[in-house]
């Protein structure tokens, strides 16, 4: 049913840490274990509006209007200029 290949891939992506698991180790080790759990906390939080967003069903409205989706962008916070890089000027001391 399944090819070889799929499950070996299945099982590298599974067994691959993500990056809130690297997060949270790294600072334990660093930091200690109250870090580390705020820190898994954390991570767990940023993961609740996407969770919400799926659902109350905003995925797939954002995957099929181009509207929709656009309209959410123009709300959205826009990045502020100043924290961005500007190759022109001097760089601060």
Same mark, same amino acid.
């Given at each position: $049913?399944?090819? /070889? ?7 590298? +992506? ?5 990056? #809130?698991?690297?997060?949270? +180790?790294?600072?334990? @080790?660093?930091? #200690? %274990? %109250? *870090?580390?759990?705020? /820190?898994? +906390? ?6 609740? =509006?996407h969770?919400? *967003?799926t +659902?109350?069903? @905003? /995925?797939?409205? $954002? ?6 989706? *656009? ?6 916070? =826009? /990045? ?10 001097? $760089? =601060?001391?």
């Amino acid at each position: $049913m399944f090819s /070889a290949e799929f499950l070996i891939t299945s099982l590298v +992506v599974v067994l691959i840490p993500g990056t #809130g698991v690297i997060f949270t +180790v790294s600072t334990g @080790l660093s930091r #200690g %274990r %109250r *870090a580390s759990f705020f /820190a898994s +906390v954390g991570c767990t939080l940023g993961i609740v =509006p996407h969770l919400l *967003a799926t +659902v109350l069903g @905003l /995925a797939a409205i $954002m995957h099929t209007s181009a509207l929709a989706f *656009a309209a959410r962008r123009a709300y959205s916070s =826009p /990045a502020v200029p100043a924290n961005q890089a500007n190759p022109a000027s001097p $760089m =601060p001391r």
